[in-house]
């Protein structure tokens, strides 16, 4: 990727968040920021997954993901779930969650929102799959600021394309 197609796209900001999945008792939760909401009625939204990830063929089997809004006073998720300690299967053994009602997905205790969807549809978009997701439950935890990319001081652009912010020279 060129120069400027990166900063381009370094520059769309995103939330931050982590998809978890459960499978047959294995819990596991990705980091991610490809995240948006696509309909109003019926709510609906779109999470984007790395065709490599082991999430995105969890989430094709079992139609279903938990999304969890990571917010300031949360940060440490996205440290955890960015960095190679969490680069395994059952991940949220370091985490604490709890499952669920409805679809049995890991809501995460430090997230300020946690929502259980069911997977309504999928499209290819080159190496990432696009889930669409409808909402089927919702847990608020915390009245705080979500974090973004923003807030970050890298930004990652697809693959193992992660740029740090100072390579643009942004403050």
Known sequence: M???LA???ADLTTGIYVLTTQENG???GMSSSWV???SGEPVMFTAAVDNAHFSNAVI????ALGLNIVGHRG???EDYFYSPRAHRENNL???EFELSPTLAMPWLKLAMIAIEARVIDSHAAGDHTIFVASPVGVRVSANDRPLTSLDL???YLGGKNVVARDRFGWD
Do not use: K, P
């Open 2 to 4: 060129d120069n400027n």
């Open 7 to 9: 900063r381009a796209m």
């Open 26 to 28: 294995r819990c596991h």
């Open 36 to 38: 948006a909401q696509v």
């Open 60 to 63: 094709a089997r079992t139609g």
């Open 75 to 77: 940060r440490e998720l």
């Open 93 to 95: 053994d370091a985490v």
């Open 153 to 155: 001081e890298y930004v």
